[in-house]
């Protein structure tokens, strides 16, 4: 069993920082790319930042220069610092990864729970 637990969300006001962690669990042999996404309500899912194992990071532009996403291999964790927060990024963020699974013959992509991040105004 694998899970990816959230925290970090929160209010904040506008121009203000928050950071969210992500913690991967369970049965898991590698973790190849993590990432963090967001949903507004009505809206499809979106990419917000993703790292490789490596370390390679790709983002939305509407992130870029704002956020960073950055990863702890061996504590199996993702982070997604948040600057200069507007209240447009006011959404559910959600983390992902890619992970081989002991048991599974192949990556199986995990989703955490979701986490609410407020910006007021």
């Known amino acids: 069993q694998v899970r990816l637990v959230e925290s970090g969300g929160g209010l904040v006001q506008a121009g203000g920082s928050l950071t969210l962690s992500c913690a991967a669990s369970?049965?898991?042999?590698?973790?190849?790319?993590m990432g963090w996404y967001r949903q507004a309500p009505g809206k499809q899912r979106e990419m917000v930042a993703t790292?490789?194992?490596?370390?390679?990071?790709n983002y939305v532009d509407s992130v870029k220069g704002r956020f960073t996403i950055s990863r702890d291999n061996a504590q199996k964790m993702v982070y997604l610092q948040m600057n200069s927060l507007k209240p447009e990024d006011t959404v559910v963020y959600y983390c992902?990864?890619?992970?081989?699974?002991?048991?599974?013959?192949?990556?199986?992509?995990?989703w955490g729970q979701g986490t609410q991040v407020t910006v007021s105004s």
């Open positions: 790292i490789t194992r490596g370390g390679n990071t």
């Open positions: 992902a990864a890619e992970i081989f699974a002991y048991g599974r013959i192949k990556v199986d992509n995990y």
């Open positions: 369970g049965t898991i042999g590698t973790i190849n790319a």
